[in-house]
């Protein structure tokens, strides 16, 4: 009777994707330990042989895996729960099925478990022919089947069912009429557990008048299954948050709570750190003032804690000692994105296969030696690149006084020296981390900061206009001061993925990284465009000027208000990244932001800003050199050392400088991605002026004459040759992509061409080109990754080449 009175409080493994490893698990258990917490349910979606082959025996290892799972977690105090998900495809009127339902739990029950769950959650409600006649509904079906499965394990003290109305949104027509909970509620044996998610899937917050309605419906108090942290139905988003919007005072109405968390084991350490914070109060002795729970106070205490794991030197998928020795501190999810993956009790012995990164120039690589060396030998060329005076946290040259530069702090070059090796995070940092990845309802403080902000400058962006009225100073320093403070916090979020990426504890990284990767990338984008806005976007007195129409860029809702209080956080997807995504002239262009991460990270920093006349020289000996390495690095001594400049950047970075984007790191300029607004007007501006120079700097004879310059000008007007008016009309714009890098990070290039791209549509482009070499396949797969589509054939022109296309 005692075991039937405790409150049920803990983690229930029951998400979609890739179930965590046994190691992983016996962490957990010592987490639960420490934290107070009693209960696990070992459910996990994409184990086959939970759901899909849920008839299936498990084989002697897989036993001998789960035996030692039960143990491990009877020895720290917890109870194990093993659910079993049959509903899919179960004949609730075939006695064979039922027979393999019994034998299936008969052996879990052989092994030691003595708590079990039957899961309906996430299936249709059809019942077939047999079933039809057999039931008199879908529910007593259920309940029939279920009754006798809790008496044939001898009516365990803790049995759960989960309902397939399993929250308020699911049930029709509502919670207190609906004839399914309804059925539950009579018929179900009165000691069997029913599971409840609240209101929705993910509930924004449990209420005692909701508990009570449907305490009442079921006559009997529910268990919570909480998908407050879980993250399954959203490949973008992490919540790192604090467990919250769930009042202690609704255990009394409750037979428990078990959180079903992120699919990141590490992502959950704050979550399971303070639902055990959630779970202690009332039960220990404390100040008055501290006797109720504080999401905010068990955050600090959460964070104190979280800063020792995230600093030790832990593997991908093992523990230190550290987490077994310290003292307890002072979804059921729709539209899974995530692979399939198999059995979890199948040779799970260490964490499942990942690549392992070689993450800088200083861990020593554990990837197959041919990919390792190729990183090895580019990272030396890069490191015999000359510095640049322009760094990237640094104000670049020709950046007005006061103007976001796309550099910051001074200070933040001394925090360099952890993107060279393994250095530690910050409390800091960890902050911003964690408020950068909070709650699916709920942003925390550096991202409402971020998405305020940027949302500000884009809707004023008018007093830093070109060509319009001016603004007065006043409001005009306003905008440069806010979009000062804006570019610092991308820049704290740019060294926060080096640290990351840099750090000690490879078992965060592997687990966070693609999160942190990608915000990364949002971040780089974002404080691209706002440095590009100061003196470059068109005013509303232009042709093409749009600022009057910025709401216009991405629709006139966030994602805050897109999702509404009632809403699931599906509706939304993308978290803090897809609302900043959102908040971009091509927001609604998902191909541009939506790609893997790549096979081996860097700790490189990286930083994308517009254009400046002293990063002429340093362009032109980029190009130079990539010309020379497709020449086998044989050039002419007679040769000009402008000319492959001169053809490739120079009309360009001469006519239309305000469409030209750097790529810089610690080592200085990398590479740039040149664009066109207008190609009509571009291509007289350059017969009238550009071509007129090159002549007179290339003379056809004199004693200054340089071999083939004749040639050189003859491709110089063929690169300027013209267009038919089909493609101008929906393509009016054209890429350069000569000088793009060659880097480890794939994704910086597509990063830096999607800063062009935010460029060219606030400025009022509808479309844009790029004309490609056929043989050069590389860059063809890139455009086409990059949502461009062929659009024509060189033909049409003097010279062969793919056009490749894509409307803004």
Not at 73 to 83: D, E, M, N, T
Not at 789 to 796: K, P
């Amino acid at each position: 009777m005692e075991e039937k009175k405790q409150f049920l409080c803990g983690v229930v493994e029951g998400f979609y994707g890739r179930p965590w490893s046994m190691d992983q698990r016996k962490v957990l258990f010592q987490w639960m330990q420490n934290w107070g917490l009693n209960t696990y349910l070992y459910g996990p979606k994409d184990d086959l042989k939970h759901r899909l082959l849920w008839r299936e025996v498990y084989s002697p290892e897989e036993e001998s895996q789960l035996r030692t799972l039960i143990v491990e977690a009877k020895s720290r105090g917890l109870k194990f729960v093993y659910a079993l998900s049959p509903g899919q495809d179960i004949v609730f009127s075939s006695s064979c099925d039922l027979t393999l339902l019994k034998r299936k739990l008969r052996q879990v029950s052989d092994l030691g478990c003595q708590a079990f769950a039957i899961l309906f959650d996430d299936i249709d409600h059809s019942m077939c022919q047999a079933d039809s006649e057999a039931f008199s509904s879908f529910a007593h079906a259920q309940v029939t089947v279920t009754n006798e499965i809790y008496r044939f394990l001898g009516e365990p003290p803790v049995f759960l069912f989960c309902p397939t109305e399993y929250c308020g949104s699911l049930c029709s027509p509502s919670v207190s009429k609906s004839p399914y909970l309804q059925t539950v509620g009579e018929d179900l044996l009165p000691n069997i557990t029913v599971v409840w998610t609240g209101s929705k899937v993910i509930s924004r917050k449990l209420s005692v008048d909701c508990l009570a309605e449907v305490e009442s419906v079921l006559q009997r108090p529910p268990l919570i299954w909480d998908n407050l942290h879980a993250n399954d139905y959203d490949s973008r988003r992490l919540f790192l948050g604090p467990f919250k919007g769930r009042e202690p005072q609704l255990k009394s109405h409750l037979r428990g709570l078990l959180l079903n968390p992120n699919c990141e084991f590490e992502a959950n350490y704050i979550p399971l750190h303070t639902l055990g914070s959630w779970h202690r109060t009332g039960k220990e002795e404390r100040k008055d003032e501290e006797c109720d729970y504080c999401s905010d106070r068990a955050l600090s205490a959460a964070l104190r804690d979280w800063m020792e794991e995230l600093n030790q030197p832990l593997q991908a998928g093992r523990q230190s000692s550290r987490a077994d020795q310290r003292s307890a501190p002072t979804s059921r999810c729709k539209t899974p994105d995530r692979p399939d993956c198999p059995s979890t009790l199948r040779g799970t012995s260490t964490v499942a296969k990942l690549p392992v990164f070689p993450l800088n120039s200083s861990s020593p690589p554990s990837s197959p030696p041919t990919k390792v060396k190729g990183e090895r030998e580019l990272r030396e060329g890069e490191k015999r690149r000359p510095n640049q005076p322009s760094q990237p946290n640094q104000q670049p040259p020709g950046s007005k006084n006061g103007a976001p530069s796309g550099g910051g702090k001074g200070q933040k070059a001394q925090g360099r020296a952890l993107c060279s090796g393994k250095g530690l995070l910050s409390e800091s940092q960890v902050r911003l981390l964690v408020g950068l990845h909070y709650l699916p309802h709920e942003h925390g403080p550096s991202a409402q900061k971020l998405l305020q902000d940027l949302t500000w400058l884009k809707t004023n962006c008018h007093l830093v206009s070109t060509s319009g009225k001016k603004a007065p100073p006043q409001k005009s320093d306003e905008w440069r001061g806010r979009a000062s403070r804006f570019l610092s916090l991308c820049e704290d979020i740019a060294q926060l993925h080096c640290s990351v990426v840099g750090g000690a504890n490879r078992a965060v990284l592997y687990d966070l990284y693609p999160y942190v990767w990608d915000l990364r990338n949002m971040a780089l984008v974002a404080k691209a465009f706002i440095c590009w806005l100061d003196g470059r976007v068109l005013s509303d007195s232009s042709a093409l000027g749009t600022w009057r129409n910025c709401f216009h860029w991405c629709g006139k809702s966030s994602g805050a208000d897109l999702l509404g209080v009632d809403s699931e956080p599906w509706v939304f997807k993308g978290g803090v990244s897809g609302e900043v995504q959102m908040l971009l002239p091509i927001g609604s262009s998902s191909e541009l932001f939506t790609h893997p991460p790549p096979l081996f990270p860097t700790s490189r920093l990286y930083n994308i800003r517009p254009y400046h006349s002293k990063d002429k020289v340093e362009l032109y000996r980029m190009v130079r050199q990539l010309h020379l390495r497709t020449q086998g690095g044989q050039e002419s001594s007679a040769a000009h050392p402008d000319v492959i400049g001169d053809r490739c950047l120079g009309p360009c970075l001469a006519l239309c400088p305000e469409y030209s984007f750097i790529l810089e790191d610690e080592l200085g300029v990398c590479g740039c991605v040149l664009g066109i607004l207008d190609v009509r007007s571009f291509a007289k501006r350059c017969q009238a002026s550009w071509m007129p120079a090159m002549r007179d700097k290339y003379p056809a004879k004199g004693g200054n004459a340089y071999p083939n310059t004749q040639d050189l000008i003859r491709l110089m007007e063929e690169d300027q040759g013209e267009y038919p008016d089909s493609l101008l009309y929906h393509f009016p714009s054209q890429l350069r992509l000569d000088a793009l890098p060659e880097l480890v990070d794939i994704s910086v290039s597509r990063t830096l061409l999607t800063a062009l791209l935010t460029a060219l549509k606030a400025n009022g482009s509808q479309g844009v080109f790029c004309e490609v070499q056929p043989t050069d396949r590389q860059r063809l797969e890139f455009l086409t990754k990059m949502g461009f589509l062929e659009i024509l054939r060189g033909e049409a022109r003097s010279r062969e080449g793919v056009v490749l296309g894509r409307l803004l």
